[in-house]
Each structure stands twice: as structure tokens, then as C-alpha cells.
């Protein structure tokens, strides 16, 4: 299993240009989220999703739009991005129906995104 | 609304030392409390998950212990390498929010 995985790993914006994270999981998991990782402020949550179909908003979900139209893949959108948005975003996935831990989060390894 | 707090921010040991990082939580309503690591420009990895009913965890050379009504964890690292090296994140998911809750984190240096 590749677990949760992330594309892209690295990208450089402007100011105002949009862009789409890509996360996948394989482990049939319900649940996915978006986090992002900034010095001095943790891991927050963007957005996140209980199932196919489904989002939510998160702690800090100004300026970023989800979708989730299959089950293994969660896009994360930034429609006209913005240096305050500089940040490391990390993907994760929880809770399959047939094992595990509802609530045991796992990780991808996360996209470093720069805005100039 | 629920707080997690790491304390220390950093620490450093030499190798072979055992070591104890702790983790607050302002609200006792929790299902799990969950450690991870992260290696730099790394994702975050499960080393242990406590569940809310539990009092301790083990994994290999790690034990995290939980006290729910005093809103601590700890994390108790035996024999410490410096492949140990990392920072070390304690997440508490809430049950009034259903969210995960992370703290800072503590940044481990084993020096050999």
C-alpha cells in the first residue's frame, strides 16, 4: 500500500495564480483533511471530508475550495493565491469500516508551497 | 475550546539517556490522544494512539502514558539514539469538535 500520497511536492505561485493539490489514499479510508504547517502556529485544519461527496470547513478555510468526487482522492484549490498562504500542506486520511481506528489520522508527506 | 501545549519546545540529550517529553490538554473530552513524528521536510508519522478509556501505550523503546482527568500525556523514550532525532507532536482528538488537536511540538536532539 502507498498510503497517502501528495502531488506536488514542491511548487513555486505568483501572486493571484491558482493552483490544485492533489492527495490520494488507498486504504478505503472515509475521512480526509487538509492541513497546513506554519512555524510557531502547528497544524491547522483547512478543510476536511466524512465521505464521498461531502466537505467541510476547517479552522482557517478562507481562500482554499475542496472537492472530493471519488472516495481516494481529496483536491485541495487555491483560487488566486496570496504569500500569506505560504505554507507546508499536509493530506491525511482516517477511518475504514472495515478496520482500524476510526480517529488514527495518517499523513502524506506533504506539498511545499512558496507564494511570491 | 481545547488547547494542546508541549512543553519543552526543544530538547537536547546525549545519547543513551532516557528521556520524558509531556503534553497538556485544556479539555478532558477526548477519544484518543495520538504521538507522531516528524523527520525535517518529512510528513508526520503514528508512533502511538491512546485511546480515552486507556492509562498506557508501548511500542519498542516508547511508552505514552495518559491522564485524562489531569488533561497530561507523556512520552517516555528508553535508551535514546540519535536516530531519535525529530520533532515529536501530540495531537488530542476532541470530542466536542471532532477535529484533531495538535500542539507545537518538541524537537529532539540526541547528540552521540
Known amino acids: 500500500n502507498a498510503g497517502v500520497t501528495q502531488t506536488p511536492k514542491f511548487r513555486v505561485l505568483k501572486t493571484g495564480q491558482s493552483m490544485t493539490l492533489l492527495c490520494a489514499q488507498d486504504m478505503n479510508h472515509e475521512y480526509m483533511y487538509w492541513y497546513r504547517q506554519d512555524p510557531g502556529m502547528g497544524l491547522r485544519l483547512i478543510h476536511y471530508s466524512v465521505g464521498e461527496g461531502t466537505t467541510a470547513k476547517g479552522e482557517v478555510p478562507d481562500g482554499y475550495n475542496v472537492s472530493r468526487l471519488k472516495k481516494q482522492n481529496f483536491l485541495l484549490g487555491l483560487e488566486s493565491a496570496a504569500p500569506s498562504q505560504t505554507s507546508v500542506y499536509f493530506c491525511a486520511s482516517s477511518y475504514s469500516k472495515t478496520s482500524g481506528n476510526p480517529y488514527e489520522q495518517y499523513f502524506g508527506p506533504g506539498t511545499r508551497l512558496t507564494v511570491t | 475550546k481545547q488547547e494542546v501545549t508541549q512543553i519543552p519546545a526543544a530538547l537536547s540529550v546525549p545519547e543513551g539517556e532516557n528521556l520524558v517529553l509531556n503534553c497538556s490538554f485544556t479539555d478532558s473530552a477526548i477519544y484518543n490522544l495520538q504521538w507522531f513524528r516528524q523527520d525535517p521536510g518529512k510528513g508526520l508519522t503514528s508512533l502511538l494512539l491512546?485511546?480515552?478509556?486507556?492509562r498506557e501505550q508501548t511500542s519498542g523503546r516508547l511508552n505514552a502514558s495518559l491522564d485524562k482527568s489531569s488533561g497530561r500525556s507523556t512520552l517516555y523514550i528508553a535508551a535514546s539514539q540519535p536516530g531519535d532525532s525529530a520533532t515529536y507532536l501530540c495531537?488530542?482528538?476532541?470530542?466536542?469538535?471532532?477535529?484533531?488537536?495538535f500542539g507545537q511540538g518538541t524537537t529532539l536532539q540526541v547528540k552521540p
Open positions: 495531537a488530542v482528538f476532541s470530542s466536542n469538535t471532532g477535529k484533531l488537536i
Open positions: 491512546i485511546q480515552s478509556s486507556q
